[in-house]
């Protein structure tokens, strides 16, 4: 990789989040508890879903599907970070690197996908419920995450094969604790400028556009929901407002990091922070843990193991 791309640069250096011995071991405490709590939470949605036939509906396979990439998500930068909390030199290999970066966007715009696919089936279960299990057929999720991994990786690569040829021959620091497009490219030892554009056109708009799609059509939903029953306005009501909340706490990190022309460095990194550990979480909290179904399904699978 290195002489394909000219460069002498064989691994980056990170700055971290604070030199503070306190700080760190807050940093610490609160990193661990937030990644396990994570890897629990969804692991326990996968488990759940997987094992309870109560639970074999479209929404909660793409439920289930959300939290396999939330485990992924949420393992690509926290434990190094963890790791190297206390280590005076954070280094990462320029390989590492890349396959963070890789990752990152691959995940993520699988995530960006599927949320899409879980507006359009709420969609369907409000607006179209006698024909919900003929939209919503096992073919069609099976196509949708199909579509999504695909869309994700065609994505990360599309942006990726410009970074990896690019010369990297001084600087290799970055103030952070993970490798992400926008920092690395202002190492590199070329004009970046086109390059720098094209990320934000591909990443930063299409998360804004992503966005508003979803807002606008939760809106929409919001307003059909008032010619239902009030029972049933009530329960689906509850459900948009926990995929409209996931939404907003999803994009806004992303249509930060890459709309923004100068973020500041505190905010970029708290932002990242929350972006690494607590947005993962968000699907076993808001989702979960607010949903009696999955609930009262998740004491089944626990009876039942139990009892074996």
């Not at 550990?277 to 699907?283: A, D, H, K, Q, S």
């Amino acid at each position: 990789m290195n002489g394909g791309n000219h460069s002498v640069v064989s691994e980056f250096v990170f700055l971290g989040l604070s030199n503070s011995w306190e700080i760190q071991i807050f940093l610490f405490c609160f990193s661990c508890l937030f990644y396990v709590s994570s890897l629990t939470g969804n692991f326990l949605i996968v488990i759940t879903v997987s094992f309870d036939r109560y639970l074999y509906s479209p929404m909660y396979f793409l439920l289930a599907n959300l939290s396999v990439i939330d485990l992924i998500f949420c393992s690509v930068a926290a434990p190094k970070m963890i790791c190297d909390l206390f280590k005076e030199k954070k280094v990462i290999s320029f390989g590492g690197c890349m396959a963070q970066i890789f990752l990152n966007h691959a995940v993520g715009g699988t995530e960006m996908v599927l949320l899409i696919a879980m507006a359009f089936d709420r969609y369907v279960a409000i607006c179209k419920p006698l024909h919900y299990l003929t939209i919503m057929s096992s073919r069609m999720c099976t196509l949708i995450l199909v579509v999504a991994w695909i869309i994700g990786f065609i994505h990360s690569l599309s942006q990726l094969v410009f970074v990896v040829n690019l010369p990297f021959c001084g600087p290799n620091v970055l103030d952070s604790f993970y490798c992400d497009l926008p920092r690395i490219i202002k190492l590199a030892c070329t004009d970046t400028y086109k390059l720098e554009f094209m990320v934000s056109a591909n990443s930063g708009f299409i998360s804004l556009g992503a966005f508003f799609l979803l807002i606008l059509s939760y809106i929409f939903l919001l307003s059909s929901l008032q010619k239902h029953s009030s029972g049933g306005s009530s329960k689906a009501l509850s459900t948009l407002s926990a995929h409209i909340t996931v939404v907003i706490l999803f994009f806004g990190p992303l249509i930060f990091f890459y709309t923004s022309p100068s973020p500041s460095t505190h905010l970029d990194k708290f932002l990242a922070i929350f972006d690494a550990l607590v947005t993962p979480l968000l699907n076993p909290v808001i989702y979960t843990f607010r949903n009696r179904e999955m609930k009262n399904a998740m004491k089944r699978v626990f009876r039942r193991v139990m009892a074996s």
